[in-house]
């Protein structure tokens, strides 16, 4: 962006997006897959056509049945140069392709954003516990399941970097890196910033880690928040999240080295950081997953009582990407903004927020 020209982390970018996904296999795992789905700036061949409803790219979520589009053009020429690296890690009985709305927003202001499937658990792998208990099959140990994904889910975002790094998709600068994630992608945002001394900023959507009504106990042993270096941290939180309560939130936070911040959306629950909110949400109200989410799921409000999903989407792409440009890219204007009335510039979009 020109200097001189007013700093706007809200509006997509000027980069048409390019979307392409690579099946991985960690072979040091017992060849675990790890599918992983890329964002990267395309050529200006594309202009346009990432966000055209006919060009644009659809897949399938349900396999036969459900097909959805996001805002990217499948297997786009990628744009030349190197470009800052962000990981993405989705939530419990999420998926790769979670959270696009902001994905593809990064992608569109320059920046490679790369998202693994966390194998075993994903949202068909939770479908299928789901139809399992239906049918009046055993389940497996919950806690047993919980150690395992606490095990591979750092490690599938670190063999994504491997992978990049190799060559194995557009170019990324992995000395710029970020990462992200939601509910227990923010737990593996957290992890994978202990762990790969190359991660210079953080943010964490709702992330696990903190008290809940779900219990959290082999999470917290886990979490290793010694990072022995400052990384710039943002936790976006939920003021009412059902699966992981502000409070919890502010414990973890408080828990997390400075430099740091957490900035609260008002009258948000847990789902606002996916894509397609509304349909999400209602979802995890009539058809909870296996385990103690059914008892969660009925303490959760409608969604006509909670905020826009728009306002969710706006808040997080705004901040998320200042957030980046400021420590990834060194943008000066970036950090003007955050150190300005953040607060102001969210309600001037009818976002309603605390700013911590």
């Known amino acids: 962006m020109p200097r001189g020209v007013t700093y706007d ?36 061949a594309h202009a346009g056509a990432d966000v055209a409803p006919d060009t644009r790219d659809t897949y399938e ?28 890690s ?29 194998s075993g658990n994903t949202m068909h792998d939770v479908m299928r516990l789901t139809a399992r208990r239906k049918q009046g099959l055993p389940l497996p140990d919950a806690s047993e399941q919980v150690r395992t994904f606490v095990e591979h889910r750092p490690a599938d975002v ?28 923010g737990w593996t945002t957290l992890m994978v910033a202990r762990r790969e001394p190359r991660v210079r900023a953080a943010l964490a959507l709702a992330p696990a880690g903190g008290r809940t009504p779900l219990g959290a106990g082999a999470l917290q042993e886990a979490l290793d928040l010694d990072w022995g270096r400052e990384v710039p941290t943002l936790f976006l939180v939920a003021e009412h999240d059902s699966l992981l309560p502000l409070d919890g939130m502010a414990d973890l936070f408080a828990r997390v080295r400075p430099p740091k911040r957490m900035v609260v959306l008002r009258n948000a629950d847990h789902m606002h950081f996916c894509d397609r909110a509304e349909t999400v949400h209602e979802m995890f109200r009539i058809m909870p997953p296996p385990g103690g989410f059914a008892a969660v799921a009925r303490q959760v409000r409608p969604m006509a009582e909670l905020c826009p999903a728009a306002h969710a989407y706006d808040w997080i792409r705004g901040l998320g990407l200042a957030h980046f440009d400021a420590h990834l890219r060194g943008d000066e204007r970036a950090a003007a903004f955050l150190a300005g009335d953040v607060r102001a510039a969210l309600a001037a979009r009818g976002i309603d927020a605390d700013v911590g």
Not at 160 to 180: K, Y
């Open 9 to 44: 982390p809200f509006t997509r970018g000027p980069f048409p997006v390019g979307v392409r996904t690579i099946a991985l296999v960690d072979e040091g795992r017992d060849a675990r897959p790890v599918p992983l789905e890329l964002w990267y700036p395309a050529t200006d």
């Open 61 to 88: 979520l349900l396999r036969g049945f459900q097909h959805v589009s996001q805002d990217a053009v499948r297997d786009a020429a990628a744009r030349p140069g190197r470009f800052p690296l962000v990981l993405f």
């Open 90 to 118: 989705h939530g419990y009985g999420g998926h790769r392709r979670q959270s696009t709305f902001l994905c593809t927003h990064l992608a569109s202001h320059g920046y490679v954003v790369a998202a693994p499937d966390h």
């Open 158 to 185: 670190l063999h994504a970097i491997a992978a990049l790094e190799r060559g194995g998709g557009p170019a990324v600068d992995v000395e710029r890196m970020g990462v992200s994630g939601h509910s227990f992608g």
